[in-house]
Each structure stands twice: as structure tokens, then as C-alpha cells.
């Protein structure tokens, strides 16, 4: 059952016609306070904590393309360019400061609340009452769940996420635009994620071409001759050419600088070799034992919705409870459990239920294809592949960082399924408005306990103390707990006075942003080790620095990650102390000198 806007009882504006978005005055007022809410919370992070394990190999790696170094040829890489071109884009225009990455974040952070916000307003607008407020709802916790609330440092899958949300919004809209060039813009876009995180924009970009492909074969199969079917036979046509357009650029431009071959070795046939779980692992999430019970409950409370007479208030007590319960145990776990990984796992087990539950509509709407071929029935099947295209990474639940608003566009369609199921009719209104709170509730206050415990963060060593700050103008901005940034800072104070500019250095892991803060050019292929990063053994390490003519090895000894993360290091550092000798004892790091 498929509702319309309503009009003058308060719920949605008369100018609510999803053909006629405008923007009233209480849209850009909430627009500006997810916003500002959003990029506050990336400041505030930003303004205690840093991973100088993902910071550096971000910063790192784009001062060195910003010198000149390219890529895929220069030197091995096993992500997509974007995120790292970007980067060496903000030093180029505006030095090597950290705070301007940061004010970066902020904004990337604060725009993806907003994208969100209107996205899911757009798809509840005309399926749901109060279809503004209910958005709202749904977008409110990303203020401290948003892209780049939990890893505030500049990041790849973070970045994917920001324009997960362009391409879809675009393919929200060009059906509403009517014109051929937005749409091949909007073809365009879906290719955008690709080049910014592999195994998030492959699937995103395969279910959004097989949607148009499916969409537009449909049309064709049932066409009749008239002006608004060939638009929107005209406007698919355009989705594709635009992403094929953009696809070819990509592959031309790459051909013309790293070599398209290149990039294929180290983004695809590399970075799968190292990453790739098993397929096994990945299903693990659905494996979670909350799912017994939470299952069930749902499944009760929907059949209770959809058989049981809406007029008794025993009905819709006992269905709002069975639904609410999932929601009501995460928050109830903030009580039951003190440790953060305990109250993270109780957030994190949301997942898999609303994953399922999203899953299980999406397939039962593709009914409705036989009616209307209309590509906004498979929008949850595109966020679908989007979302497990992203458990493709290490550490599974650890990756929904930065698509939390995937999952708020999710939510926002079981919500407008639930306010059309036909038996809540004039009822549901209060009973889907009451839920939306709820759920926003439970994943803003949990949510904001998860971002403030730094529980993603835990792989680091953050100590319960005031953060400590550089001293170096190139890392203004740059905060965290520990003795790391002293120590850095040392570190660079040694190397402007005892190392000349132009020699070659390898640091060892390289968890500190060295080149980034000193500028200087990087001699050494491996930009960090790392078993994801670096891709060469031992001997072919030591044969490279004998190579490329390193005269100054920089070991850290206090590493801020709790794991050492570089590959066979007694073995390496065995071959290299044939050739380097002990320099310096800095606090933290050992030099070494040829």
C-alpha cells in the first residue's frame, strides 16, 4: 500500500510533491544543525586523538604524489588513487599543514549527515506520513556516527562512503530532473566510488548498472508510445553512457600516467591476494546469536500487523514492544555491560538483523517491477551490495565505520514499509513516528558512546591522559594521547640537524608522517610496512635499500599500534644491520646510518 503526502494535517507541507523538492525554511535550518553537529564532532575527535598508523600512510603517500611521484609506477599501491590524490591536492593548494586535512573531514563529515538526510527524505516522501520528521529521525545519529565521526583521520573508506551517497542521490534524482545531461552526470557519478575504495564501489557500481540494465530492458519489453516512456527510456540510456564514459576516461588516464596494467596488478590482483577473506568469513556476521531472538520478534510483531485487527490496542502495544525490543536491549546494554567492546558488540549487532529484514523487502518489492519499472524499487538492493561490498575488508564489523549512513537509508525504508502495512490505516502515523524516535534514540545515544569509547580505535594505544600536541607548524592540528608526538617531534628536530635533505631514508614501520611534516622525497618504494602495504621479503627489502642508495635507517621502538605490523622484522632488520650501524637513541626511535 503506497501512501501520499499528507496536506494540511501538519505532517507534510502542500509543496511536499516529490516531482517539486524545495528547500522551506525548516529545511535549511535542520540541514545547517546536522551539519554543524556532524563536523563538530570530526573536530572534536580530531582534537584528541590520532591513529599515526592510518594518518601517516594517507599523509605520507600524498606528499609524495604532490612531488611528483606517480602511482602504481613509481611505487606500489595497493588502494585506489583518489582518497591520496585528493590529499596531495589540499598540499599542493595549501602547504603541508594537518589541520587543513582536518577541516577536510569536517566538512566531508557534515555534508554526508545532510546527504543522508535528504536522500531519505526523498525516498520516504509520498510512502510515508511525516515523512520529513521521520527522516530527520533517521539522519539525527549520524552527527555522531557520520562518515568520518569514528576514524576522523583523512581515509579511503570514508571517502567511499561521502560518494556512495553523490551517486545515489544523483540516481535519486535524475528521474525528477528530466534532463539527459544530469542523468549522464549521474552515470558518471556511479563510477566516482571505483577509484576511491575497490571492494565498496565494484559492487556498488555492478548493482547500479544491472539496476539500470533491468529498469531499462523492462521499459523497452512494455513500452508504449508516449513522450513520458521515451524520457525515461532516454534517461537510462544517458545513466549508462555516462557511466561507460566515465569508465573510459578512468582507464585512459590511468593508461596515459601509472599504466592501466599497473593498476590492475596492485588494486586487483595484489590488494586481493592480500585482503580478500573467505567468503565463509564474511557470511560470519549473519551468524551473531542475537539473531534467534531478535528474528523472531520481528517476524511476530509484522504478522500481528498484517493479520491481527488494528482496532485492539493489545495489537499494536504487543507489535511496537516485539519491534522495539532489539532497539531496547542496546540501550538496556549500556547498563548491563562496563567494557566498551561489550556495549560496540551489543551496537554492532544491529547490523545483521536490519540487514535482513532490508534484504528481505527488497525482494519482495521487486514485485511491484511488473507494475512500474521504476529503478527507486531496487535502491535497497544497490545499498545492499554497496554494504557487503565493504565487509570484503580485514576486519568485517570493523568496516562499517564509514557506512553507517548506508544503514540509516535502510532504516528509512523499513519505516516506509511499515507505515503501508494496510492494517495500522489511520493508526500508523503515531505507531511508525514512535519506532523512527526510538531507533534514533538507541543509535544516538549508542552510537555516541561507541564514537567517544574510541572502541574502532582499540587496534591503537591511547592512554587515559590529556592529548599531547606537535610543535611543528607543518602538524598543527595534530593531537593525541601517548609520548608519540614528542617523540616525533625529537625525531625531526634530529633529521632537520644531523640528516641532509636529499639523502634516502626507510623508516621502520613508518607509522609517523616524516615526509609529510619535512617534505622531503621518499627513495624507498614501500610507502609503509605493512603485510597489506608493503609487498616485498626481506631479502628484496635490503637488496632495494642497497639500490636506491638509503644512507639512514629510522627504527620506532615505541610503537603506538599494539601490534608491530611489520612483516618478517627480525629477519629484515637481520639483513640490514649488515650494512648500517647504530647513529643516534632518540626516545622512541633508533637511527641507523650507512
Known amino acids: 500500500m503506497v501512501r501520499t503526502a499528507a496536506g494540511p494535517s501538519g505532517s507534510e507541507p502542500p509543496d511536499s510533491d516529490p516531482s517539486k523538492p524545495r528547500w522551506a525554511p525548516r529545511d535549511w535550518v535542520a540541514a545547517a544543525i546536522l551539519f554543524a553537529a556532524t563536523a563538530a564532532v570530526v573536530l572534536w575527535q580530531n582534537s584528541h ?3 599515526l598508523f592510518d594518518l601517516s600512510y594517507i599523509l605520507n603517500t600524498a606528499e609524495r604524489i604532490a612531488a611528483g611521484q606517480v602511482p602504481y609506477r613509481d611505487f606500489p599501491l595497493a588502494h585506489a588513487p583518489l582518497t591520496f590524490l585528493v590529499q596531495a591536492a589540499i598540499i599542493r593548494l595549501t602547504g603541508r599543514v594537518v589541520f587543513h586535512h582536518v577541516l577536510y573531514v569536517a566538512l566531508m563529515g557534515g555534508l554526508g549527515t545532510v546527504l543522508t538526510w535528504r536522500i531519505a527524505h526523498a525516498s520516504l516522501r509520498g510512502r510515508a506520513s511525516a515523512a520529513w520528521w521521520l527522516a530527520l529521525l533517521v539522519a539525527a545519529p549520524l552527527s555522531v556516527l557520520g562518515i568520518y565521526c569514528i576514524v576522523p583521520n583523512p581515509e579511503y573508506d570514508c571517502d567511499c562512503g561521502f560518494w556512495l551517497l553523490v551517486a545515489l542521490w544523483m540516481l535519486q534524482r535524475f528521474t525528477v530532473k528530466a534532463n539527459v545531461f544530469f542523468g549522464f552526470a549521474a552515470g558518471a557519478a556511479l563510477v566516482i566510488p571505483l577509484f576511491f575504495k575497490q571492494n565498496i564501489g565494484l559492487p556498488f557500481l555492478m548493482a547500479a548498472i544491472g539496476a539500470v540494465l533491468l529498469v531499462f530492458a523492462l521499459k523497452l519489453a512494455g513500452r508504449r508510445h508516449d513522450s513520458s516512456e521515451a524520457l525515461g527510456t532516454r534517461m537510462l540510456f544517458a545513466v549508462l553512457a555516462g557511466a561507460c564514459a566515465a569508465l573510459l576516461a578512468a582507464a585512459l588516464a590511468l593508461h596515459w600516467t601509472a599504466g592501466f596494467g599497473n593498476y590492475l596488478h596492485w588494486t586487483i590482483e595484489y590488494a586481493g591476494h592480500r585482503r580478500l577473506p573467505a567468503l565463509s568469513f564474511m557470511l560470519g556476521v549473519y551468524h551473531d546469536p542475537t539473531l534467534l531472538w531478535t528474528v523472531p520478534c520481528v517476524v511476530i510483531a509484522l504478522l500481528l500487523l498484517r493479520v491481527a485487527p488494528a482496532k485492539y490496542l493489545w495489537v499494536r502495544i504487543a507489535a511496537f514492544a516485539l519491534l522495539a525490543a532489539p532497539f531496547l536491549f ?9 567494557d566498551a567492546d561489550e556495549r560496540g558488540d551489543s551496537l554492532l549487532a544491529l547490523w545483521p538483523l536490519l540487514l535482513l ?8 518489492n521487486l514485485r511491484s517491477l511488473r507494475r512500474k519499472a521504476s529503478l527507486h524499487t531496487l535502491f535497497p538492493l544497490i545499498v545492499l551490495a554497496a554494504i557487503h561490498g ?4 580485514q576486519q568485517l564489523w570493523g568496516s562499517t565505520y564509514a ?8 532504516v528509512a525504508d523499513l519505516l516506509a514499509f511499515l507505515d503501508g502495512v494496510s492494517s495500522l ?8 513516528s514512535s519506532l523512527a524516535l526510538l531507533i534514533s534514540v538507541t543509535l544516538l545515544v549508542c552510537g ?4 567517544a569509547s574510541e572502541e574502532r580505535l582499540s587496534y591503537a594505544n591511547l592512554p587515559d591522559e590529556p592529548p599531547a600536541h606537535s610543535a611543528f607548524p607543518q602538524l598543527a592540528g595534530l593531537a593525541t594521547p601517548g609520548p608519540y608526538l614528542p617523540e616525533i617531534d625529537e625525531l625531526l628536530r634530529y633529521a632537520q640537524a644531523n640528516i641532509p635533505f636529499d639523502d634516502g631514508i626507510v623508516l621502520i614501520p613508518g607509522e609517523e608522517p616524516f615526509y609529510f611534516a619535512t617534505g622531503r622525497v621518499p627513495r624507498f618504494p614501500a610507502p609503509f610496512f605493512d603485510p597489506t602495504i608493503d609487498p616485498y621479503s626481506p631479502e628484496e627489502t635490503a637488496a632495494l635499500v642497497g639500490s ?3 644512507r639512514w635507517l629510522i627504527v620506532k621502538t615505541d610503537l603506538q599500534t599494539k601490534m608491530d605490523p611489520t612483516p618478517d622484522r627480525a629477519e629484515t632488520m637481520t639483513l640490514l644491520m649488515n650494512e648500517f650501524t647504530l647513529a643516534a637513541h632518540l626516545r622512541g626511535y633508533d637511527v641507523y646510518r650507512r
Open 49 to 51: 586523538v590520532a591513529v
Open 330 to 338: 542496546t540501550l538496556a546494554s549500556l547498563l548491563m555491560y562496563d
Open 357 to 364: 529484514l532490508a534484504a528481505v523487502l527488497a525482494i519482495a
Open 390 to 393: 565493504t565487509f570484503m575488508s
Open 403 to 410: 557506512i553507517w549512513p548506508l544503514l540509516a537509508l535502510l
Open 425 to 432: 490505516r489511520a493508526r500508523s502515523r503515531r505507531f511508525v
Open 448 to 451: 555516541g558512546f561507541y564514537t
Open 548 to 550: 636506491r642508495n638509503i
